[in-house]
């Protein structure tokens, strides 16, 4: 059996032993070798899912869904159930995910461990403010409910833990309603980082979702340049367009990246240049939320070698400038992200001690693994966003420095008290010794 990787393929590490946890399980074997860590769909970047001693504990086995009350929209399934079946069993029923990150293939399970969060953050929260309850199975064969009334610290922990504090076993979620499958999308295109923070902040106050993508090459009076997408649920229809779900798939392994400069700077060009629908217009709620999942193995793209995914939070203050000072570098160096996503978060407080989401602007970027060349480039992103006092995401992390993490999330050492002495990952024993 090849053992289980992360989305972007770093680290490459093997487990002691990887075991399948099923419906019928009757709970972990002792003789396992320790720690443990879940895994789910592998939808996370990095080592946040790898651990290279102990036993990786895969999850997709627990897949039951165990109560859904279609009259109010509260859920109970089991951890390894994916958003997409999730969406599958609700949206025909007239709900929908109240919060939901950009591929509907991760588990439920790995969404609360990395409190996931949406296009919607400035208007609902992350993925942990609509969780009602969860159950946390213990190496010392305890049992942990916890819900977000509960005082004790075990809600908080978990939302957002890194599935350091036990096995989740089981998620309730409250769902939102909806009217149908369909968005009302409007579609907006900007000349620079400046035109972006203006649309932007009209964009938020009118729509639920909003997301840009932008060119991250673009020098000068050019710099961020993008398009805007703000959508929201459409209203009730007597008719509605008819949608098919296409598939494409990257079938083989390059031996070398397919993102290069060239590629990076015609790819830019044309998506910039591509029609935009400032009126709106009705989309299907698949291509807006999920456009990658159109594509199946779509990291192959990367090559062998594998690639980074660097995705930052600024605090509202320092945004603008250092967003700029990000774009300048990248630029500069040419070392750009076809897949880069800019978003500014809300000012609910995030419930989890860990949770990445938080009031300010969050970029996201894909860099194709050119060794020491994108390691130097990260290291300079590294100094804007410290100085800055942002911080990344663990979720989509293989080499964050400790002192970064330690100081962008100061309740580390509260949460090791969280801690199940039974499971660890790669990426917790990389931030904290």
Same mark, same amino acid.
């Given at each position: 059996m090849t053992a289980p990787r992360s989305w972007n393929r770093l680290p490459r590490v093997v487990p002691d032993a990887v075991h399948a946890l099923t419906q019928r399980s009757a709970g972990v074997p002792d003789s396992l070798p320790r720690p443990l860590l879940a895994y789910g769909s592998g939808r996370s970047y990095g080592d946040v899912c790898l651990t290279e001693q102990g036993t990786l504990l895969l999850t997709r086995g627990l897949d039951r869904f165990i109560e859904f009350d279609p009259q109010c929209g509260v859920?109970?399934?089991?951890?390894?159930?994916?958003?997409?079946? #999730?969406? +599958?069993?609700?949206?025909?029923?007239? =709900?929908?995910?109240?919060?939901?990150?950009? @591929?509907?293939?991760? @588990?439920?399970?790995? +969404?609360?461990?990395?409190d996931?969060?949406?296009? *919607?953050?400035?208007?609902?929260?992350? $993925?942990?403010?609509?969780v009602r309850a969860l159950e946390v199975w213990r190496s010392d064969g305890?049992? #942990?409910?916890?819900?977000?009334?509960?005082?004790?610290? =075990?809600?908080?922990?978990?939302?957002?833990?890194?599935?350091? @504090?036990?096995?989740?076993r089981w998620?309730?979620?409250?769902?939102?309603?909806?009217? *149908?499958?369909w968005m009302w999308v409007e579609s907006q295109r900007f000349a620079n980082l400046d035109e972006f923070w203006t649309l932007n902040r009209r964009a938020e106050a009118r729509w639920p979702y909003t997301v840009a993508w932008i060119d991250c090459l673009a020098k000068g009076k050019a710099q961020g340049r993008g398009i805007l997408l703000a959508g929201q649920h459409a209203a009730a229809q007597a008719e509605l367009p008819a949608f098919k779900e296409g598939g494409k798939r990257i079938p083989v392994d390059p031996p070398f990246s397919l993102v290069n400069g060239l590629s990076l700077r015609a790819f830019n060009t044309l998506y910039y240049r591509q029609p935009v629908k400032p009126q709106g217009a009705l989309t299907h709620y698949v291509p807006y939320?999920?456009?990658?999942?159109?594509?199946?193995? =779509?990291?192959? #793209?990367?090559?062998?070698r594998g690639f980074y995914q660097y995705q930052c939070v600024i605090p509202p203050r320092e945004a603008e400038a250092a967003t700029a000072a990000l774009?300048?570098?990248?630029?500069?160096?040419? !070392?750009?992200?076809?897949?880069?996503?800019?978003?500014? $978060?809300?000012?609910?407080?995030?419930?989890?001690?860990l949770s990445f989401p938080r009031p300010g602007t969050t970029l996201a970027l894909d860099?194709? *693994?050119?060794? *020491?060349? @994108?390691?130097?480039?990260?290291? !300079?992103?590294?100094?804007?966003?410290?100085?800055?006092g942002g911080t990344l995401y663990p979720g989509k992390d293989a080499r964050m420095p400790?002192?970064?993490?330690?100081?962008?999330?100061?309740? =580390?050492?509260?949460?090791?008290d969280y801690i199940d002495p039974g499971f660890s990952s790669r990426f917790w024993q990389r931030v904290t010794s």
């Amino acid at each position: 059996m090849t053992a289980p990787r992360s989305w972007n393929r770093l680290p490459r590490v093997v487990p002691d032993a990887v075991h399948a946890l099923t419906q019928r399980s009757a709970g972990v074997p002792d003789s396992l070798p320790r720690p443990l860590l879940a895994y789910g769909s592998g939808r996370s970047y990095g080592d946040v899912c790898l651990t290279e001693q102990g036993t990786l504990l895969l999850t997709r086995g627990l897949d039951r869904f165990i109560e859904f009350d279609p009259q109010c929209g509260v859920l109970r399934c089991e951890a390894g159930v994916t958003l997409a079946e #999730i969406l +599958a069993l609700v949206v025909p029923q007239g =709900w929908f995910l109240p919060s939901t990150p950009g @591929t509907r293939l991760a @588990t439920v399970g790995g +969404a609360v461990a990395n409190d996931v969060h949406g296009k *919607n953050h400035h208007a609902v929260g992350s $993925f942990g403010h609509h969780v009602r309850a969860l159950e946390v199975w213990r190496s010392d064969g305890s049992v #942990i409910v916890c819900r977000p009334e509960d005082d004790n610290g =075990w809600f908080s922990a978990t939302i957002g833990g890194l599935g350091l @504090t036990g096995l989740i076993r089981w998620v309730e979620l409250q769902l939102m309603p909806i009217q *149908n499958p369909w968005m009302w999308v409007e579609s907006q295109r900007f000349a620079n980082l400046d035109e972006f923070w203006t649309l932007n902040r009209r964009a938020e106050a009118r729509w639920p979702y909003t997301v840009a993508w932008i060119d991250c090459l673009a020098k000068g009076k050019a710099q961020g340049r993008g398009i805007l997408l703000a959508g929201q649920h459409a209203a009730a229809q007597a008719e509605l367009p008819a949608f098919k779900e296409g598939g494409k798939r990257i079938p083989v392994d390059p031996p070398f990246s397919l993102v290069n400069g060239l590629s990076l700077r015609a790819f830019n060009t044309l998506y910039y240049r591509q029609p935009v629908k400032p009126q709106g217009a009705l989309t299907h709620y698949v291509p807006y939320f999920y456009p990658l999942d159109a594509i199946q193995d =779509w990291n192959r #793209i990367y090559g062998r070698r594998g690639f980074y995914q660097y995705q930052c939070v600024i605090p509202p203050r320092e945004a603008e400038a250092a967003t700029a000072a990000l774009l300048d570098t990248i630029a500069r160096r040419g !070392e750009g992200s076809f897949l880069a996503v800019l978003k500014t $978060f809300g000012n609910k407080p995030s419930l989890g001690m860990l949770s990445f989401p938080r009031p300010g602007t969050t970029l996201a970027l894909d860099f194709p *693994n050119r060794g *020491n060349k @994108t390691l130097r480039l990260l290291e !300079e992103l590294d100094a804007i966003v410290r100085e800055a006092g942002g911080t990344l995401y663990p979720g989509k992390d293989a080499r964050m420095p400790a002192s970064l993490f330690q100081s962008g999330y100061p309740q =580390w050492e509260a949460f090791s008290d969280y801690i199940d002495p039974g499971f660890s990952s790669r990426f917790w024993q990389r931030v904290t010794s």
